[in-house]
């Protein structure tokens, strides 16, 4: 069975930047596609980003292509979304999913098996 434990949330004025980190237990990022789904307060979940399992194939959301960089370590226990230049409309519960194999594409439209307990960022002056 797949866990994921996010970790690296907290309030930030805007321009600041965050480190999300996502612990994987039972199997690693190398197999499993690995992506990130935000939902702020009244809004519907957002997708942010995703990494295919073969660590090449990366994708984001037009709202924060350029800011935010999925990456993983070469062990592919843990996944990260570096967020940077945030702004107020990136407060939002952000939390990791995963998808166990299969078209990467699925995880895209946040159709995954596997997801974290969520970690809180709040950007605000």
């Known amino acids: 069975q797949v866990q994921l434990v996010e970790s690296g949330g907290g309030s930030v004025q805007p321009g600041a930047s965050l480190r999300l980190s996502c612990a994987t237990s039972g199997r690693t990022f190398r197999r499993l596609h690995m992506g990130w789904f935000r939902r702020a307060p009244g809004k519907a979940r957002e997708f942010v980003g995703a990494?295919?399992?073969?660590?090449?194939?990366?994708e984001y959301d037009d709202s924060v292509k350029g800011r935010f960089t999925i990456t993983r370590d070469s062990d592919g226990k843990t996944g990260y979304l570096q967020m940077n230049s945030l702004k107020p409309e990136d407060t939002a519960l952000y939390y990791c999913?995963?998808?166990?194999?299969?078209?990467?594409?699925?995880?895209?439209?946040?159709?995954?098996?596997?997801w974290g307990q969520g970690t809180q960022v709040t950007v605000s002056s």
């Open positions: 999913v995963a998808r166990d194999g299969g078209l990467f594409t699925r995880i895209l439209r946040g159709d995954y098996e596997y």
């Open positions: 990494m295919h399992a073969d660590g090449l194939n990366i």
